[in-house]
């Protein structure tokens, strides 16, 4: 099974109240949060599982505590990179089956394809938006940047059905951030992200 994640930003204090908790996160610490994300993500994802993490593990670093997180962390980890990833140590790069900048895939719900664009960052037009593809992504956490960029994709997909014969699909954009409602800090099936 395929599980998708951005944005767990590990040991970044100002992702709880230990700090300016500019995601609002139910967290006093970090510890705290180590601890409920690590729950939640391993009592759910078995080891043949995929998690794809687009982006922001954490606040920069490859130290010993954050190598020793995400290895007890279950399943085949792919990482797409964000901007706070630093994978320079090779310790911590050899937890992750894979790593890219950008990656597109097939995944499946029940018997039906569906083709993803994978990025840490939105991205306004990606490859084959209006024949069906979804594009997660990260980033822009649950601010005003994720609402416009919503909001630019509803526009966008009014303008095509109005200016055009064609039948075209919707342009489908998730982003995939632990701290958005429908992620609740876990990993979920892509199932799941279109369900929200």
Same mark, same amino acid.
């Given at each position: 099974? +395929? /599980? &998708?994640?951005?944005? !767990?930003?590990?040991?970044? #204090?100002?992702?709880? #109240?230990?700090?300016? +908790?500019?995601?609002?996160?139910?967290?006093?610490?970090?510890?705290?949060?180590?601890?409920? !994300?690590?729950? #939640?993500? $391993?009592?759910?994802?078995?080891?043949?599982?995929?998690? *794809?993490?687009?982006? @922001?593990?954490?606040?920069?670093?490859?130290?010993?505590?954050?190598?020793?997180?995400?290895?007890?962390? =279950?399943?085949? #980890?792919?990482?797409? =990179?964000?901007?706070?990833?630093?994978?320079? @140590? !090779?310790?911590? =790069?050899?937890?992750?089956?894979?790593? %890219? @900048? *950008?990656?597109?895939?097939?995944? *499946?719900?029940?018997? @039906?394809?569906?083709?993803?664009?994978?990025?840490? /960052?939105?991205?306004?037009?990606?490859?084959?938006?209006?024949?069906?593809?979804?594009?997660?992504?990260?980033?822009?956490?649950?601010? %005003?940047?994720?609402?416009?960029?919503?909001?630019?994709?509803?526009?966008? $997909?009014?303008?095509?059905?109005?200016?055009?014969?064609?039948? *075209?699909?919707?342009?489908?954009?998730?982003?995939?951030?632990?701290?958005?409602? %429908?992620?609740? &800090?876990?990993?979920?099936?892509?199932?799941?992200?279109? $369900? =929200?």
């Amino acid at each position: 099974m +395929n /599980y &998708y994640i951005s944005d !767990m930003h590990f040991f970044h #204090k100002n992702v709880t #109240k230990e700090g300016n +908790n500019f995601d609002n996160r139910p967290f006093n610490s970090l510890a705290e949060m180590h601890q409920y !994300m690590k729950e #939640k993500w $391993n009592s759910k994802i078995t080891n043949g599982d995929t998690v *794809y993490i687009l982006g @922001d593990i954490a606040m920069r670093g490859t130290n010993e505590e954050l190598i020793a997180l995400v290895a007890q962390l =279950k399943g085949r #980890k792919v990482l797409i =990179k964000g901007n706070h990833d630093d994978v320079s @140590d !090779m310790r911590y =790069k050899n937890i992750f089956e894979e790593i %890219y @900048d *950008y990656k597109e895939i097939t995944d *499946y719900v029940n018997q @039906d394809a569906y083709k993803l664009v994978l990025s840490h /960052y939105p991205i306004l037009m990606w490859n084959g938006q209006h024949r069906g593809t979804i594009h997660l992504y990260g980033h822009t956490h649950n601010t %005003y940047e994720n609402e416009f960029y919503q909001e630019c994709l509803r526009k966008l $997909n009014m303008e095509m059905l109005m200016r055009s014969e064609k039948c *075209y699909d919707i342009a489908r954009a998730y982003n995939v951030g632990c701290m958005m409602p %429908y992620m609740n &800090y876990e990993p979920r099936t892509l199932k799941e992200i279109l $369900n =929200k």
